[in-house]
């Protein structure tokens, strides 16, 4: 039986983590049949004549044997095309026709006809899984390569088909190399708009919007839930636009965690390397619960995911389902998403800003002071009813956008060489500093002021007990709940920062609560 029994490793995709997978190859005398056995999805099955097809046209031998490959763990589902690769490798060794001096290794990728390797998506996260088992050499499609690269400690071996895979493996150096991240992270930057897929809008100079450019930059600075109330045309959906560029760019950690979200879902452009700008996504509103946290038959990160340390923008809020919206309660509590289903249960990162904008009423004039309004005080409240309660009580910032006036408007199409929009970046940036000082944690949703605990309000406030109690009665008074209340006194915690305030004074409490709306006017409408 010498040499006709081999192994290679493979990984699988389960959610954006990915497992290491073994995959036994033995061939047997008798007559000549091809079996793959251990728990496998239909498309690996089908794998069988895509890796004949391409051994063949490969130049390389088909073994005439009984053959057997079977994917181990066997009690762990396996599926998608991205087994190829290592089925073909693990073949070919164990016929004798190749011999790996680059042992063990990792092998990803799909195979055509003609024995081409193509990318898959989630390479990150298989490379990933290889070097926490400890496993070195990657062999990755040429496809992958600079999302491979990313990820330290581990040489990859990028290769086009079938028949370079096997003869770099045979090398005593496969000639792979130990990346610099910094420089592939770099090279894989796409420019000043966008990073790989994930792009904005150019920076603009917002006119007219004053208050709600305070609270833009107030939302950006502590990570806040952010609900835009105001008439079409307004500008809801540019200033919510502005958000993911007045925030510093991703960190090394947060930059990998979302490269693999992005790679896991397929969104990755081929040849990108690490993500950059920080997610902005904004699904329609005829959006499912499933598009919006994630699930499906092979489970997918959802909108929710895709936003993980960005921002989430719902526009035409009060037009999404009233289920879809409550699905997004929790995720926007905790910053994950937990997908139960019978064989395990999937979590995905879901850290994002909520942003909501939404017509004040049905015909959506009522802030406007020319008035126009007819719609009456019943059809307003239905109209309100349908953005759900418990989730507007999440929103720490709610502020009225009106359509701005002739002046600020004629001031639009004029060249304008202020900063205002790079000052306030440079504020924002300076306050997170402060937080992570402050909170800890500086890769963890815990370093952002919203997400301060309850219970380490007040020392994460500096003030006394006299100073809650007051706020507390004002809060009494405008018959804000506990989770507002306390979604108040983390507002005015990221106004003090935005000041360079050691301790919360009563002053950033007042402008705190001047973006939380008193709940009777929630009710009257």
Known sequence: MA?????ALGSGLYGIDAAVVRIEVAIQNGIPSFEIVGLCGSDIKESRERVRAAVRSSGYEFPNGRITANFAPAWIHKQGTCFDLPLALALLCASGQVRPRAAPFLAFGELSLTGDVRGVNGAISRAGAASDAGIGTVVAPQENFREVAALRGIRVVPVATLREAAERLAREDPCGRAPDPAQDADEGDAG????????????????????????????????????????????????????????????????????????????????????????????????????????????????????????????????????????????????????????????????????????????????????????????????????????????????????????????????????????????????????????????GATAWNARIPGERLQERLGVDDAFIAQAAGLAHQRGASVRGFHRVLRVARTIADLDGAGRVGMANVLEAFIYRPLERKEREG
């Open 192 to 443: 000043a708009d966008g990073a790989c897929g994930i792009a904005g809008p150019h920076l603009v100079e917002v006119r007219g919007q004053q208050a709600a450019l305070r609270c833009l930059e107030i939302a950006a600075a502590g990570r806040h839930n952010l609900l835009l109330e105001g008439s079409p045309g307004s500008g809801k959906t540019l200033l919510a636009s502005l958000l993911p560029h007045l925030m510093p760019e991703l960190e090394e950690a947060e930059a990998l965690e979302v490269t693999r979200i992005y790679s896991a879902a397929g969104l990755l452009e081929p040849g990108c390397g690490l993500l950059r700008n920080r997610p902005f996504r904004a699904p329609h509103p005829s959006a499912t619960t499933a598009a919006l946290i994630g699930g499906g038959g092979r489970p997918r990160p959802g909108e929710a995911t895709l936003a993980h340390k960005g921002v989430l923008f719902l526009d035409e809020f009060s037009e999404f389902d009233g289920r879809t919206l409550d699905a997004l309660r929790i995720p926007a509590e905790e910053g994950v998403v937990r997908l139960s289903r019978s064989a395990a249960q999937i979590v995905f990162p879901a850290d994002f800003m909520l942003v909501g904008a939404t017509n004040p009423c049905p015909c959506g004039r009522r802030l406007e002071d020319h008035g126009g309004c007819r719609c009456s005080p019943a059809s307003v409240a239905r109209h309100l009813a349908r953005l759900g309660g418990p989730l507007l009580d999440r929103m720490d910032l709610r502020v009225e956008v009106k359509r701005v006036d002739a002046s600020a408007m004629e001031r639009t199409v004029r060249i304008d060489a202020s900063s205002s929009v790079a000052e306030a970046r440079a504020r924002i940036r300076a306050a997170w500093v402060r937080q992570r000082e402050r909170n800890g944690a500086p890769d």
């Open 3 to 7: 040499g006709r029994y081999a192994e």
